[in-house]
């Protein structure tokens, strides 16, 4: 049997999907670059995680033993931490792991999501995986939701729409009502609130009124915990059993549960450094406003997306890819898009104050020598 026969054989749609663009390691950026990397390109936290949580990491005992499919002690720790009980609580591999869960549970081939472009990236590559159909109703001037756009798109195969609040790239964040809104379409809303310690807005409240409302977190962004991947949902209680009745059994590894509940245990030094990345966010798009070829968004999550002026050659090749490159060839990383509306734009990342300094120091230089 050739390959080409085996091809034949793969799903419908999956063989010429175009797969999520990651970014890359610091590791290997650093041997191609051959030096130290200012990254700004992946809304980490450059503070690191917790102490705490290191130091459990270091000294945990039990890596050869499964985790518990129901993640007991983790949900305790996060009803503490949130105010919602246990039952209402369910975590997974990352918040896309959850992303995925709800598609598996609400959405059969051929029925409809609603996206609002632009928008995080694993909506669209997930909605693909899970056989659902994408429905994109872009975002208004400005990056407000057309909510009413939204509701115009809706058909009776329509099964759930995704916000992402604070919305990544654009930082914006979708309010009480507008997402009561969109509730009241009788749709599941699933609200990703990725950046939620940054922002300090959440529409968690509104679940007791709406079974509907399925509210997305990490422990990625204001934990320092991106690579050890954990998420939770928090959602009404029948549909929390169904998604623990779903999911892979081990799908938090021990490592993560153990980092976890250690983060919830130092949480004050965990927003203790948030506070300083809202700073140093606040400050770098100041910095990025003195510049006049650049246009930053006003944000509220601890990224800044930022327009920037064409300049000399035309075509696909815009000034805000070769100030890209320029940045990067001085070992500088920010995220350039390829996606429709975002081509003439970069997200960077609040950092460190000298990954601060050091951005607003090359931009000119970079800019000049395009």
């Excluded at 305790?76 to 896309?96: H, K, M, R, W």
């Excluded at 899970?130 to 994109?136: I, Q, T, Y």
């Excluded at 991106?226 to 081990?250: D, F, M, N, W």
Aim: hydrophobic fraction near 40%; aromatic fraction near 8%; charged fraction near 25%.
């Amino acid at each position: 049997m050739d390959i080409d026969r085996v091809e034949r054989l793969i799903r419908p749609g999956l063989a010429t999907m175009r797969g999520y663009d990651p970014v890359e390691p610091i590791d290997v950026l650093e041997r191609e670059l051959g030096r130290r990397i200012v990254k700004l390109d992946g809304n980490e936290n450059p503070y690191l995680s917790s102490p705490r949580a290191r130091e459990v990491l270091a000294r945990f005992p039990y890596y050869h033993i499964y985790p518990d499919p129901l993640q007991r002690k983790l949900r305790e720790a996060l009803s503490d931490y949130t105010g919602f009980p246990p039952q209402n609580i369910v975590c997974g591999n990352g918040s896309d792991d959850l992303i995925d869960l709800v598609l598996r549970l609400f959405v059969c081939d051929g029925d409809e999501v609603l996206n609002a472009p632009p928008t995080f990236g694993m909506y669209p590559f997930l909605v693909t995986l899970s056989g659902g159909r994408l429905v994109d109703v872009p975002r208004l001037s400005g990056f407000a939701l057309d909510v009413e756009g939204l509701r115009q798109a809706m058909t009776p195969r329509t099964r759930v729409i995704f916000v992402a609040s604070p919305n990544n790239p654009t930082g914006d964040v979708a309010s009480t009502e507008e997402v009561r809104q969109l509730l009241d379409m009788e749709i599941i809303v699933a609200v990703d609130e990725a950046y939620f310690e940054f922002a300090s807005e959440t529409v968690a409240s509104l679940i007791p009124e709406y079974p509907n409302l399925i509210v997305l977190r990490t422990f990625s962004k204001w934990a320092g915990l991106a690579g050890v991947r954990v998420g939770y949902a928090l959602c009404h209680e029948k549909l929390s059993s169904h998604l623990l009745t779903i999911k892979q059994p081990y799908n938090v590894n021990v490592a993560g549960e153990a980092a976890a509940v250690a983060s919830l245990q130092d949480a004050d030094y965990l927003l203790s450094n948030v506070d300083k990345l809202r700073a140093e966010r606040d400050r770098m798009t100041e910095g990025l406003a003195s510049f006049a070829f650049l246009h930053p968004h006003q944000s509220k999550a601890n990224f800044v997306l930022c327009r920037v002026d064409q300049k000399g050659r035309s075509g696909d090749e815009t000034a805000a890819r070769r100030l890209r490159d320029g940045l990067r060839g001085r070992g500088i990383l920010v995220r350039f898009y390829e996606s429709d509306g975002l081509r003439d734009c970069l997200r960077i990342s609040a950092g460190l104050p000298e990954d601060t300094d050091a951005l607003l120091e090359a931009l000119g230089e970079v800019w000049n020598e395009l």
